[in-house]
């Protein structure tokens, strides 16, 4: 059974930093791309950022273009979230899927982490 | 990267069809036929319902249709049912990115 599990959100100041992991299981990792998505309280997806299965192609959304970058490491079957600058529109769930390429869907989605950005 | 367009809402009776809308651009919904659409129930993750505009996964009910024209891609529910009732969400590559629409929430009356 395909599994995504997110982790690494919480309470972070305006300014500040945040490493979000999403834990793969169920599948061949190596050989997947992944993004991260996320959703404001109340609000719509938006897509954040893609990651190819060798890391050799990784392209963001002009709102986090800059401040956050995304990674993984293959031989721990994760995928990282680096999130540096923070806003409070960045607070959200954030969603890591899974999908086969940059052309492809997103087929397996985790359950989310909630990122709050307060003062 | 302006989200593309959805209504806010639709609805219908159990047995009805609906068919809500996704209107983006020529650079997205209209340079590809990479279109998704998501279910999303409240708080859940999201479901991938329709790809590649008009193709259901496997476990996916034949009740989802998809389709578009232009730069509108459209989800289609046949025999509308109560479980229907979510959220959706489509979503279309717009070049080494993609982009969602704002959401319809889908009321079964």
């Known amino acids: 059974e395909v599994q995504l599990v997110e982790s690494g959100g919480g309470l972070v100041q305006p300014g500040g930093s945040l490493r979000l992991s999403c834990e793969a299981s169920g599948f061949t990792f190596v050989t997947y791309s992944m993004n991260w998505v996320r959703q404001a309280p109340g609000k719509g997806l938006e897509w954040l950022s893609y990651?190819?299965?060798?890391?050799?192609?990784?392209s963001y959304a002009d709102s986090v273009k800059g401040r956050f970058t995304i990674s993984r490491d293959n031989a721990k079957n994760s995928l990282y979230l680096q999130m540096n600058s923070l806003r409070a529109e960045d607070t959200a769930v954030y969603y890591c899927?899974?999908?086969?390429?940059?052309?492809?869907?997103?087929?397996?989605w985790g359950q989310g982490t909630l990122v709050s950005v307060s003062s | 990267q302006s989200a593309l367009t959805q209504p806010a809402s639709v609805s219908g009776s159990p047995g009805q069809s609906i068919t809500i809308s996704c209107t983006g651009t020529?650079?997205?919904?209209?340079?590809?036929?990479?279109v998704s659409w998501y279910q999303q129930h409240p708080g859940k993750a999201p479901k991938v319902m329709i790809y590649?505009?008009?193709k259901r996964p496997s476990g996916i009910s034949n009740r989802f249709s998809g389709s578009k024209s232009g730069n509108t891609a459209s989800l289609t529910i046949s025999g509308l049912q109560a479980e229907d009732e979510s959220d959706y969400y489509c979503?279309?590559?717009?070049?080494?990115?993609?982009?969602f629409g704002g959401g319809t929430k889908l009321t079964v009356l």
């Open positions: 590649e505009v008009n």
């Open positions: 979503c279309a590559y717009a070049g080494r990115r993609w982009v």
């Open positions: 020529n650079s997205d919904v209209g340079s590809y036929n990479l």
């Open positions: 990651i190819s299965s060798s890391s050799d192609l990784i």
């Open positions: 899927a899974r999908s086969y390429a940059v052309t492809s869907t997103f087929d397996y």
